[in-house]
Each structure stands twice: as C-alpha cells, then as structure tokens.
C-alpha cells in the first residue's frame, strides 16, 4: 500500500471521528456498544469482528500491538487525536475494557523485559542481570503498608459503585446499611 493509499484511508476513517457539529464519537466508535455499523469503526473484542459483511478492526489488538505505554503514537495513528483518546479513556464503560488493556500491556512489556534480561544473563553473561533474575527483581514487593496510592484507589473505586447504585437503591426504596 502506498503513502498516498495510507493517507486517504486514515482520513476517511478520521471524518468518521466526529459528529455532525464537530464533537467527538465514542462509544458508537465500537460495534459491541450498540450495533450501530453506520458510526461503528473498531470492535472492542481482542480480534477483529466481521459483522454483516463488514470488518471491524480490533482498537484492543492495534493497541497491544502498537506497545505504546504512553498511549500519545497510539491515539494521534489510530484515533482521531490525543483528545479524543482523552474522551474515549473518561468513558466509564469504555475505560473498563481499556483499563484491561493497560494492565495486559504491562504485563506484556514486563514479560518482554525479563526475556531479555534472561538472554543478557545467558549470553552476555552479565552480572547484573544474572544478579536480577536470581533475587526475583520482577517480582513487586507486596509486603508492608498500602502505599497511599493505592489506598485512594480504593477508596475511589467503592465510591463509584456506591454512586453508580444509588439511583437505583432510590428506585427500590431501599436503604443501604
């Protein structure tokens, strides 16, 4: 494919971006959300998706293959721009399966990490790497206190539960205890 072909491609997917006035589409951007093949571009599944003759790429597989911990190469190549990953990532329904994505990928690049530190340690016979490997230096240290991060996570993430059933505990007319 050509330069040209691939610069055609990636604007015709970009003009399906946004909306009518301008403002960025996201979760009718996946199949999965609402079947809606008129704005769906991506699947959210882990492998691309043929729906009604139509092939859906996989955002999670272009993700994943693309590496990028930081996100900015993977948003400007395969979304519209770093504000629409920025939508897209606020989307609760949405950040639930990216948030699934992030953890794989570092899981990933931690895996390709200590592949090649065990070559380093084999071939190059590096002391350091050998050193590393034989203390379990992947390994993340789980004793002691919850860091204050991570007691915040918490603490949000039972509040978002809280909040997201309060409407319907109201609904029942029932009382948390």
């Not at 050193?131 to 240290?141: M, Q, R, T």
């Amino acid at each position: 494919m050509s330069y040209e072909e691939l610069e055609e491609q990636l604007a015709e997917r970009k003009s399906k971006m946004k909306d009518d006035k301008g403002r960025y589409i996201t979760q009718s951007l996946f199949l999965e959300v609402g079947y809606d093949t008129d704005k769906a571009i991506f699947t959210l599944d882990g492998e691309d998706k043929k729906y009604k003759g139509v092939l859906y790429p996989s955002l999670k597989k272009q993700y994943m293959n693309l590496a990028d911990p930081i996100e900015y190469t993977f948003a400007t190549t395969y979304l519209y721009d770093w504000e629409h990953w920025n939508r897209i990532t606020n989307n609760k329904m949405l950040l639930e399966h990216i948030s699934k994505w992030r953890e794989e990928l570092e899981l990933h690049l931690m895996s390709e990490g200590v592949l090649t530190l065990i070559d380093l340690a084999k071939n190059d016979k590096s002391y350091q790497a050998g050193k590393w490997l034989a203390d379990h230096g992947w390994a993340k240290n789980s004793k002691g206190r919850p860091s204050k991060e991570e007691i915040e996570g918490h603490i949000k993430k039972a509040a978002d539960k809280k909040k997201e059933y309060e409407s319907d505990f109201k609904l029942l007319n029932l009382k948390e205890k």
